[in-house]
Protein backbone atom coordinates (compact mmCIF):
# COMPACT_ATOMS: atom_id res chain seq x y z
CA UNK A 1 0.00 0.00 0.00
CA UNK A 2 1.12 3.58 -1.01
CA UNK A 3 2.20 5.36 2.13
CA UNK A 4 0.63 8.27 0.48
CA UNK A 5 -2.45 6.79 0.53
CA UNK A 6 -2.21 6.03 4.04
CA UNK A 7 -1.09 9.50 4.87
CA UNK A 8 -4.26 10.87 3.03
CA UNK A 9 -6.24 8.60 5.46
CA UNK A 10 -4.75 9.21 8.61
CA UNK A 11 -4.65 12.77 7.75
CA UNK A 12 -8.53 12.96 6.74
CA UNK A 13 -9.29 10.50 9.87
CA UNK A 14 -7.54 13.18 12.10
CA UNK A 15 -9.65 16.06 10.75
CA UNK A 16 -12.51 14.38 11.20
CA UNK A 17 -12.13 13.22 15.10
CA UNK A 18 -10.75 17.22 15.24
CA UNK A 19 -14.03 18.26 13.78
CA UNK A 20 -16.53 16.24 15.83
CA UNK A 21 -14.82 16.36 19.15
CA UNK A 22 -14.29 20.43 18.29
CA UNK A 23 -18.20 20.88 17.55
CA UNK A 24 -18.91 19.85 21.16
CA UNK A 25 -18.14 20.85 25.26
CA UNK A 26 -16.54 18.42 26.84
CA UNK A 27 -16.65 17.65 30.83
CA UNK A 28 -12.96 16.93 30.54
CA UNK A 29 -10.07 17.14 28.41
CA UNK A 30 -9.63 13.73 28.83
CA UNK A 31 -13.02 13.32 28.06
CA UNK A 32 -12.56 15.00 24.30
CA UNK A 33 -9.17 12.82 24.18
CA UNK A 34 -10.91 9.74 24.70
CA UNK A 35 -13.54 10.61 22.20
CA UNK A 36 -10.81 11.83 19.46
CA UNK A 37 -9.12 8.83 19.65
CA UNK A 38 -12.19 6.63 19.58
CA UNK A 39 -13.06 8.10 16.08
CA UNK A 40 -9.64 8.32 14.84
CA UNK A 41 -9.01 4.58 15.51
CA UNK A 42 -12.61 3.60 14.27
CA UNK A 43 -12.19 5.34 10.89
CA UNK A 44 -8.67 3.99 10.94
CA UNK A 45 -9.76 0.52 11.05
CA UNK A 46 -12.64 0.75 8.80
CA UNK A 47 -10.61 2.22 5.90
CA UNK A 48 -7.64 0.56 6.65
CA UNK A 49 -8.54 -2.88 7.68
CA UNK A 50 -6.14 -4.75 6.76
CA UNK A 51 -3.02 -3.06 8.57
CA UNK A 52 -2.31 -3.40 12.01
CA UNK A 53 -1.46 -0.54 14.17
CA UNK A 54 2.03 -1.51 14.55
CA UNK A 55 2.25 -1.48 11.09
CA UNK A 56 0.34 1.86 10.03
CA UNK A 57 2.92 3.48 12.88
CA UNK A 58 5.74 2.12 11.39
CA UNK A 59 4.86 3.20 7.99
CA UNK A 60 3.66 6.66 8.99
CA UNK A 61 7.54 6.96 11.08
CA UNK A 62 9.54 5.82 8.11
CA UNK A 63 7.17 7.92 5.38
CA UNK A 64 7.48 11.65 7.67
CA UNK A 65 8.28 11.31 11.27
CA UNK A 66 5.98 12.47 12.47
CA UNK A 67 2.69 11.38 15.04
CA UNK A 68 -0.30 9.72 13.94
CA UNK A 69 -2.23 11.20 16.31
CA UNK A 70 -2.79 15.29 16.98
CA UNK A 71 -4.07 14.51 20.27
CA UNK A 72 -2.44 14.29 23.65
Known amino acids: MHKQYIQAIVDAACETADAIVGAREWNTIEDA ?5 LIFWDMIARKLPDLSAP ?16 TG
Not at 33 to 37: F, G, L, R, V, Y
Not at 56 to 65: M, R
Open 55 to 70: ELLAALEISNGRRVSR
Open 33 to 37: TAMHE
